[in-house]
């Protein structure tokens, strides 16, 4: 299922609008998340399918707050898994805490909902880490699934990894058997994504809000997400 939509051109001016209004929704979400007294316990009651959220790189759980809302509003137990902080660890030892968390918390039929490299870590758990079948698909948003040409330049290794040359994004990239249960959300345009996050064999749908960080605020992205993960499994 695919509903990318045809390509349209995108004005310098137009990006350069998206480019601010991005960077000024994260750095309030930043900023709120910190002040947050809100505790990741408070969402654990719920009558549908458990949810785990990862975030971004250099995102804590908070900063995903308003999706968190909406899907546990919708009648979602959601999971945070706070010992990933501010999720700053390779993917493969953020995808371990990640299955430890699921384990220990004794989920069953868990659906992942990501942000950026949370799916990358989501597809990692999905392949390498899940004996017990006990996540049955991710909803990802704004993921480097093929990489991103700006992590070549970037001085720290932590983001350095999302380049499209990368050992890790490169089998990730290639490894499509669990695809089928992935679904891809992002705008028209991503500051830190050109590649894009179209994965093939999943569901990707495209949403008319553009950024990297503000389409999480976007109540049609909470609308897409609550109905995907409404689907039967």
Same mark, same amino acid.
């Given at each position: 299922?695919s !509903?990318?939509?045809?390509?349209?051109?995108?004005s310098a001016?137009?990006k %350069?609008?998206?480019?601010?209004?991005?960077?000024l929704?994260a750095g309030?979400? !930043?900023?709120?998340g910190?002040l947050?007294?809100?505790q990741? %316990?408070?969402?654990h009651?719920?009558h549908r399918a458990?949810?785990?959220?990862i975030?971004?790189v250099?995102?804590n759980? !908070?900063f995903?707050?308003?999706?968190?809302q909406?899907?546990?509003?919708?009648?979602?137990p959601v999971?945070?898994?706070?010992v990933? !902080?501010?999720?700053?660890l %390779?993917?493969?030892?953020?995808?371990?805490l990640?299955?430890q968390?699921?384990?220990e918390a004794?989920l069953q039929d868990a659906?992942?909902?990501?942000?950026?490299k949370g799916?990358?870590?989501g597809k990692?758990?999905?392949?390498?880490?899940d004996?017990e079948?006990r996540i049955?698909?991710?909803?990802?948003?704004?993921t480097p699934f093929?990489?991103?040409?700006?992590a070549?330049?970037?001085?720290l290794?932590s983001?350095?990894i999302?380049?499209?040359?990368?050992?890790?994004t490169l089998?990730?990239?290639r490894e499509?058997r669990?695809?089928?249960?992935?679904?891809?959300i992002? %705008?028209p345009f991503d500051p830190?994504?050109p590649?894009g996050?179209?994965?093939p064999?999943?569901?990707?749908?495209?949403l008319?809000?553009?950024?990297h960080?503000?389409?999480?605020?976007?109540?049609?992205?909470?609308?897409?997400?609550v109905e995907?993960l409404?689907?039967p499994a």
């Open positions: 299922m !509903q990318t939509g045809t390509p349209t051109r995108i001016l137009q %350069g609008v998206w480019w601010l209004q991005d960077y929704y309030v979400w !930043q900023v709120r910190m947050s007294r809100v990741p %316990g408070s969402f009651q719920g458990p949810v785990v959220i975030p971004g250099y995102e759980w !908070q995903m707050l308003p999706l968190i909406c899907i546990h509003d919708a009648g979602h999971h945070v898994v706070t990933l !902080q501010r999720n700053s %390779g993917v493969p030892a953020a995808a371990r990640v299955a968390h699921l384990e004794g659906v992942i909902v990501a942000h950026s799916g990358l870590i990692y758990a999905m392949l390498n880490l004996p079948h049955d698909r991710m909803i990802a948003v704004c093929s990489g991103s040409r700006y070549r330049y970037m001085l290794p983001l350095r999302f380049s499209p040359r990368n050992a890790l089998q990730l990239a499509e669990i695809n089928s249960r992935i679904t891809s992002y %705008g830190h994504i590649e996050s179209v994965l064999g999943a569901t990707n749908i495209k008319p809000t553009a950024g960080f503000r389409i999480l605020g976007d109540p049609e992205t909470a609308r897409i997400i995907q409404n689907l």
